[in-house]
């Protein structure tokens, strides 16, 4: 009778640690799920959203991965002092780029986020940044005007290859870079668009 029921109390110790663990991973995996239902959904659907930006200074609108942001300018990409703090409040604009009303390359980094669970906690505005395509369309709102982008590559390079950060060609161009896969550093995602 007693081995009986030591034998019920590690049923219910174990049955008690996998719902436990299965409570976790839902609520670890819920947020990314719940981005990537979306994005299919609207995908097969072709639903459109009315992305307003936060602001006509300087922010950033993805009609198609529904990313909407702030654009924190002129943030040093090399001091993670500086950047950290300006990737919680928006999308960063590398300090020595060109700005949206400039001949140049504008070039504007954030999060995909920290970890691939943590995609609703940070401000991982550019966790979806890897869907985007050639031919898709990238605002900018700067000092009031809405300039139109159009996605000419996606590459993905290792986290040492900066050059994209110089100027890329004589047209106004728009790099946008991440960190990919999403949830890792490994290496960096590159959206290059130029100004229609």
């Known amino acids: 009778m007693a081995k009986r029921k030591s034998l019920s109390y590690l049923q219910i110790v174990a049955d008690v640690l996998i719902f436990t663990g ?16 979306t994005y299919q959904i609207r995908q097969i659907t ?8 936060p602001n006509t200074d300087f922010s950033i609108v993805i009609p198609k ?8 300018a002129n943030v040093d990409p090399n001091d993670p002092n500086k950047y950290l703090p300006a990737l919680k409040r928006g999308v960063a604009q590398a300090a020595g780029t060109a700005l949206p009303d400039q001949v140049g390359n504008v070039y504007l980094f954030a ?16 966790y979806l940044l890897g869907k985007l395509s050639k031919g898709d369309d990238v605002f900018i709102y700067y000092k009031g005007k809405k300039i139109t982008y159009t996605v000419d590559q996606v590459k993905v390079v290792t986290p ?9 060609s004589d047209k ?25």
């Open 111 to 126: 999060h995909s986020t920290d970890a691939f669970y943590d995609v609703n906690r940070y401000n991982a505005v550019f």
């Open 46 to 53: 072709h639903e459109t959203v009315d992305l307003s930006p």
């Open 160 to 168: 040492n290859d900066i050059k994209y950060l110089d100027k890329i």
């Open 172 to 196: 106004k161009t728009l790099t946008l870079q991440t960190c990919y896969p999403p949830g890792t550093t490994f290496d960096r995602l590159i959206v290059i668009a130029n100004e229609d």
């Open 22 to 37: 299965l409570g976790l991973l839902i609520l670890i995996f819920s947020p990314v799920l719940k981005v990537e239902t």
């Open 65 to 72: 991965i529904d990313a909407v942001s702030p654009v924190i």
